[in-house]
């Protein structure tokens, strides 16, 4: 036995053997650095907070979705890999007609980039998506059409881009209008109803001696008031009527659609929401009263600022004739 282990581990076969060790040494590393990159991938895919997925478009049925989907919407992926309405229950009912209709229209563009729609998480939880996707142009013909995509959590940055806009359209003190925003609307309203036809009215309103309740109870009382006449706007106008804080006391409402005779109920209900207002003071006890100018589009107006300069002037009309009234123009 030793010789023949001897003739079998002759100098002649050592090459030989050496390149078949030095050939599974080489593949061990291979298969070594193969898993090494599987998990890197795996790990990189747990890290990443967006949802890659793939979708067989002709049979309806998600090909792949990655670890992120059961963090962002809060449900199983095996669900959805084995029902693609899983997906469609999970989106806003307000956006869905448009998540399918832009997952559609891929098969045309070849990639949609600008895909944002809401969903509803398991824990009830509205969230923002963007979704990007892609055809895959590479497949052969005949093979099936696969959309591939990434959805990204914006719901922070929609939740923001909000904030930023209330900032920048209301009154910090009211949470009204604010000038800008109000006739940048008013604009609008006022154009709408040239082309339809429709009518509209045009509000001033200022509050009587206001200088002399902040000289007598305190600027912070003032702005108190000031807060009071928002919320009487908003409980005393239409769904849909315009009202903003344009200046220190002086206030303007826009009623879409509303006659002339509709649009004085609507200012006489305001002027009573104000009358009924009651503020007290280091014990005392007072009430405020406003002066309102009213007017409506006529032909002849080229621009919400003819109704803006009516209502201005009707407003100081009711001021001169003694406070507390109504004008119409």
Same mark, same amino acid.
């Given at each position: 036995?030793?010789?023949?282990?001897?003739? &079998? *581990?002759?100098?002649?076969?050592?090459? =030989?053997? @050496?390149?078949?060790? #030095? /050939?599974?040494?080489?593949?061990? !590393?291979?298969?070594?650095?193969?898993?090494?990159?599987?998990?890197?991938?795996?790990?990189?895919?747990?890290?990443?907070?967006?949802?890659?997925?793939?979708?067989?478009?002709?049979?309806?049925?998600?090909?792949?979705?990655?670890?992120?989907?059961?963090?962002?919407?809060?449900?199983?992926?095996?669900?959805?890999?084995?029902?693609?309405?899983?997906?469609? &229950? *999970?989106?806003?009912?307000?956006?869905? =007609?448009? @998540?399918?209709?832009? #997952? /559609?229209?891929?098969?045309?563009? !070849?990639?949609?980039?600008?895909?944002?729609?809401?969903?509803?998480?398991?824990?009830?939880?509205?969230?923002?998506?963007?979704?990007?996707?892609?055809?895959?142009?590479?497949?052969?013909?005949?093979?099936?059409?696969?959309?591939?995509?990434?959805?990204?959590?914006?719901?922070?940055?929609?939740?923001?881009?909000?904030?930023?806009?209330?900032?920048?359209?209301?009154?910090?003190?009211?949470?009204?209008?604010?000038?800008?925003?109000?006739?940048?609307?008013?604009?609008?309203?006022?154009?709408?109803?040239?082309?339809?036809?429709?009518?509209?009215?045009?509000?001033?309103?200022?509050?009587?001696?206001?200088?002399?309740?902040?000289?007598?109870?305190?600027?912070?009382?003032?702005?108190?008031?000031?807060?009071?006449?928002?919320?009487?706007?908003?409980?005393?106008?239409?769904?849909?009527?315009?009202?903003?804080?344009?200046?220190?006391?002086?206030?303007?409402?826009?009623?879409?659609?509303?006659?002339?005779?509709?649009?004085?109920?609507?200012?006489?209900?305001?002027?009573?929401?104000?009358?009924?207002?009651?503020?007290?003071?280091?014990?005392?006890?007072?009430?405020?009263?406003?002066?309102?100018?009213?007017?409506?589009?006529?032909?002849?107006?080229?621009?919400?600022?003819?109704?803006?300069?009516?209502?201005?002037?009707?407003?100081?009309?009711?001021?001169?004739?003694?406070?507390?009234?109504?004008?119409?123009?």
């Amino acid at each position: 036995m030793v010789i023949k282990n001897q003739q &079998d *581990s002759s100098p002649s076969q050592w090459p =030989e053997t @050496a390149q078949t060790l #030095l /050939a599974l040494m080489h593949a061990q !590393g291979e298969v070594a650095r193969l898993s090494e990159r599987e998990q890197l991938f795996r790990t990189l895919l747990v890290s990443v907070n967006a949802v890659l997925w793939a979708f067989n478009w002709e049979t309806r049925q998600v090909l792949y979705v990655s670890p992120a989907y059961e963090r962002i919407f809060g449900r199983s992926a095996d669900l959805l890999l084995s029902d693609y309405n899983q997906w469609r &229950d *999970s989106i806003y009912p307000d956006d869905l =007609e448009y @998540a399918e209709r832009s #997952l /559609a229209d891929v098969l045309e563009k !070849g990639a949609i980039e600008n895909r944002e729609y809401r969903i509803i998480a398991a824990d009830g939880q509205v969230r923002w998506l963007s979704d990007k996707c892609f055809i895959n142009r590479q497949a052969e013909p005949g093979q099936p059409v696969i959309i591939v995509g990434i959805a990204e959590d914006i719901t922070d940055k929609k939740q923001m881009e909000t904030e930023l806009q209330r900032l920048a359209t209301t009154d910090a003190l009211t949470q009204s209008s604010n000038r800008r925003h109000f006739f940048e609307s008013a604009h609008q309203e006022f154009e709408k109803a040239l082309q339809q036809g429709t009518p509209l009215s045009f509000l001033m309103l200022d509050i009587d001696d206001f200088k002399v309740i902040n000289d007598t109870y305190g600027h912070q009382e003032g702005d108190t008031v000031l807060q009071r006449i928002a919320e009487s706007g908003r409980a005393a106008l239409r769904r849909g009527d315009l009202f903003g804080r344009i200046g220190g006391e002086e206030f303007a409402a826009v009623f879409p659609g509303c006659t002339p005779d509709m649009a004085l109920q609507v200012a006489e209900r305001l002027q009573r929401e104000i009358q009924r207002l009651s503020f007290k003071h280091d014990g005392q006890t007072f009430g405020i009263t406003v002066s309102q100018g009213l007017t409506s589009l006529i032909a002849g107006d080229e621009n919400v600022d003819s109704l803006f300069a009516r209502a201005d002037a009707a407003m100081y009309q009711a001021k001169r004739e003694g406070k507390n009234r109504i004008v119409p123009a």
